[in-house]
């Protein structure tokens, strides 16, 4: 079947709405994914325990980072290389073959690795687990046809389908009885139905097996998308190691404790820039070669994601002495203080989360790759080190790491798109003070009614709305203004 051209806007007007109406959509499907996610991650904490809840959440991590490199770059290339086709068939079958391969390796390193964990009993788990980066990588293709056409609308559905699924499979299986296992199954299903709803929604159909291993194609893919994935992997490799390092020095029960810790900030904010990644890369690419609208564009989304993860990141780190207690329970008390951690690690990854979306639009996704390179050398052994002072220590050290290379990124991309840092100082200045708003709120909520209890926890929440709100329509109103109406 002949696929239409990828629409482009021309003005700045209506890529600026098709930008609104895709964090819309793209908000929707994530809304919806993640209260799923939050509702099974509360239930399996309570249900399993830190120990058995550590050791899944362990084997969740690592699949979850081998999806982001198991299509070798190929979806990632869809969005950036013209629509073909023939280009479609060639990314299904690369990330067929490249999502294979990887289950093979993960069946094999699985037993060695629980071995040196004392942890045999749980191989099989783990090693079924991994079928969830095939039906993935399958379900990956229709999704970035979606994406190059900014088709955001339609992607809800895939979105919806996975998360909708894995949460009631993990909920309802859980309490069955099922233990980690529920969770096993629930990503499996959450996958299939993924990659169903996916192929659903685009007008493609792939031709005949034996036209898919178009080798010319093949390596065009790879020219591109490679880099951007293993980019990708570096990036999730940085936001995950620090659950090898603790799971490796301190053990499956002190994971457990980090997991709960790390899991609010990292759905309720670090989830969120992924959305704003969704969108911004294929709208960046969109106006490559366009120096102007490219500058334009990224200070307003740095502006956009900076409110974001000051407003929330700041609010979650006053109110953790009250998440914590009262979604997972008093035994995971350990937690707080690595919750207000990485609350504030989230804050630190918001001022640079969208620079590697430049990269890849630009055409120089190695430059990515490479800073992630230079993270991942400097981090791991600071996260080692930082176990001295247990998980606490670790967490700290994320956010102070994250510091160091939200400058060092900031840098590049200053240089990328020819951006000075007293631009982007004066984009991220209202951000950071309705951070202060937020906490201030939380913090007169926490005060006005004590707990911990889930009344402490509402009245937490509407104070930092309501501070935070104010402190953003008094500084930042024009923010309002784009976000609404475009």
């Avoid at 249900?47 to 991590?61: E, K, N, R, W």
């Avoid at 783990?126 to 293709?141: H, P």
């Avoid at 799971?247 to 609010?264: C, K, P």
């Amino acid at each position: 079947m002949s696929s239409p051209p990828t629409p482009a806007p021309t003005a700045s007007a209506p890529l600026a709405t098709t930008a609104r109406k895709g964090f819309a959509w793209q908000g929707a499907a994530f809304v919806l994914a993640r209260l799923s996610l939050l509702a099974s991650t509360v239930v399996l904490a309570r249900v399993l325990g830190p120990s058995d809840y550590g050791l899944i959440a362990f084997g969740l991590t690592v699949v979850t980072a081998l999806n982001v490199v198991s299509d070798f770059g190929a979806s990632q290339a869809i969005v950036y290389l013209p629509r073909l086709p023939r280009r479609i068939d060639a990314a299904l079958a690369q990330g067929i073959l490249g999502s294979v391969l990887l289950v093979a390796a993960w069946v094999v390193a699985v037993p060695f690795l629980l071995d040196w964990l004392h942890k045999p009993d749980d191989t099989l788990m783990l090693q079924v687990l991994s079928l969830v980066l095939i039906f993935t990588s399958i379900g990956q293709v229709p999704d970035a046809v979606l994406r190059k056409s900014l088709q955001f609308q339609k992607r809800l559905p895939g979105e919806m389908a996975r998360g909708l699924s894995r949460g009631v499979v993990a909920i309802t299986l859980a309490l069955m009885g099922f233990g980690a296992w529920s969770l096993v199954w629930a990503e499996i299903i959450g996958s299939i139905a993924y990659a169903i709803v996916c192929w659903m929604m685009v007008d493609h159909r792939p031709g005949p097996i034996r036209r898919w291993v178009d080798v010319p194609e093949i390596r065009k893919l790879l020219g591109f998308g490679l880099p951007a994935a293993v980019n990708g992997g570096l990036a999730t490799v940085v936001l995950n190691v620090d659950y090898f390092v603790i799971i490796s020095t301190l053990g499956a029960t002190a994971l457990g404790f980090y997991f709960v810790g790390f899991r609010i900030p990292e759905l309720v904010v670090l989830s969120v820039f992924q959305v704003f990644s969704q969108v911004t890369y294929p709208l960046y690419a969109h106006v490559n070669g366009q120096p102007a609208r490219l500058r334009r564009g990224y200070l307003v989304s740095m502006r956009i994601q900076a409110t974001y993860g000051f407003g929330v990141g700041v609010a979650i780190a006053v109110a953790s002495p009250v998440i914590v207690p009262v979604l997972f329970g008093q035994r995971y008390d350990a937690a707080v203080p690595v919750m207000a951690a990485i609350a504030v690690y989230a804050v630190f990854r918001s001022l640079a989360t969208g620079a590697v979306d430049v990269f890849k639009a630009v055409g120089r996704p190695k430059l990515g790759m490479w800073l992630g390179v230079g993270r991942i050398v400097l981090l791991v052994p600071a996260l080692f080190l930082a176990t001295n002072w247990g998980i606490t220590g670790v967490a700290v050290a994320q956010a102070v790491m994250a510091l160091l290379f939200t400058i060092v990124t900031q840098q590049v991309v200053c240089r990328v798109v020819h951006l000075s840092w007293s631009e982007l100082l004066r984009a991220l200045t209202p951000a950071a003070l309705v951070g202060v708003g937020t906490g201030a709120g939380a913090l007169l909520g926490m005060v006005l009614v004590p707990g911990p209890n889930w009344w402490t926890l509402i009245a937490a929440g509407l104070g930092s709305v309501v501070v935070g709100g104010a402190a953003l329509l008094l500084l930042d109103r024009d923010i309002v203004r784009k976000v609404l109406r475009g």
